[in-house]
T-cell receptor, first 115, second 113 residues
Framework: DAGVIQSPRHEVTEMGQEVTLRCKPISGHDYLFWYRQTMMRGLELLIYFNNNVPIDDSGMPEDRFSAKMPNASFSTLKIQPSEPRDSAVYFC?????????????FGPGTRLTVL | GESVGLHLPTLSVQEGDNSIINCAYSNSASDYFIWYKQESGKGPQFIIDIRSNMDKRQGQRVTVLLNKTVKHLSLQIAATQPGDSAVYFCAETYNQAGTALIFGKGTTLSVSS
């Protein structure tokens, strides 16, 4: 099992540019989560999906952020336009939900730097 | 409000010692807690979980203790090894489905040999 796959691993862009982060969850998992990690705020949940449907996006910071999950094996997190304060490590995680969602498997993360 | 925090940002121990990492939570309605380990450059990795109807759970070399009275959670690592060096996060659920987690800021554990 390859685990959760994220791409790119590193992204450097300029303010105002569109950024798209990608995630492939573990096959068979029906929950997918997007997190953002910064030194100041720690690890924050942005949005999560269940069976490809967004369930809770209350953590999405503002309208510049959007996430989609067109199928069970792919999700994107898009920032348009990007700003320097968006610089962070973005993690995707997936889990097999039965009642309580136990173990969330995290990907290696995408380190985003907005200049 | 709903927040999870850790008492100490860093913990340094000698190899072979037992480590105790503490966590305080504020939401008395939280009923599921998880400890994660994050090594440098990697995503968090599940260590152990506990539900609110339990006060202790043991895994391999790790034990989680839950004190609901004072809203305190701890992770004990027995015979700490250099490979245990990482940042440790506690997390709690904030919804009934238990799907979404609120993470604390983390404690950095440094193990010297």
């Amino acid at each position: 099992d390859a685990g959760v796959i994220q791409s790119p691993r590193h992204e450097v862009t300029e303010m105002g540019q569109e950024v798209t982060l990608r995630c492939k969850p573990i096959s068979g998992h029906d929950y997918l989560f997007w997190y953002r990690q910064t030194m100041m705020r720690g690890l924050e949940l942005l949005i999560y999906f269940n069976n490809n449907v967004p369930i809770d996006d209350s953590g999405m910071p503002e309208d510049r952020f959007s996430a989609k999950m067109p199928n069970a094996s792919f999700s994107t997190l898009k920032i348009q336009p990007s700003e320097p304060r968006d610089s962070a490590v973005y993690f995707c995680a997936s889990s097999l939900g039965t009642g309580y969602v136990n173990e969330q498997f995290f990907g290696p993360g995408t380190r985003l730097t907005v200049l | 409000g709903e927040s999870v925090g850790l008492h100490l940002p860093t913990l340094s121990v000698q190899e072979g010692d037992n480590s105790i990492i503490n966590c305080a939570y504020s939401n008395s309605a939280s009923d599921y807690f998880i400890w994660y380990k994050q090594e440098s450059g990697k995503g968090p990795q599940f260590i152990i979980d506990i539900r609110s109807n339990m006060d202790k759970r043991q895994g391999q070399r790790v034990t989680v203790l839950l004190n609901k009275t004072v809203k305190h959670l701890s992770l004990q690592i027995a015979a700490t090894q250099p490979g245990d060096s990482a940042v440790y996060f506690c997390a709690e659920t904030y919804n009934q489905a238990g799907t979404a987690l609120i993470f604390g800021k983390g404690t950095t554990l440094s193990v010297s040999s």
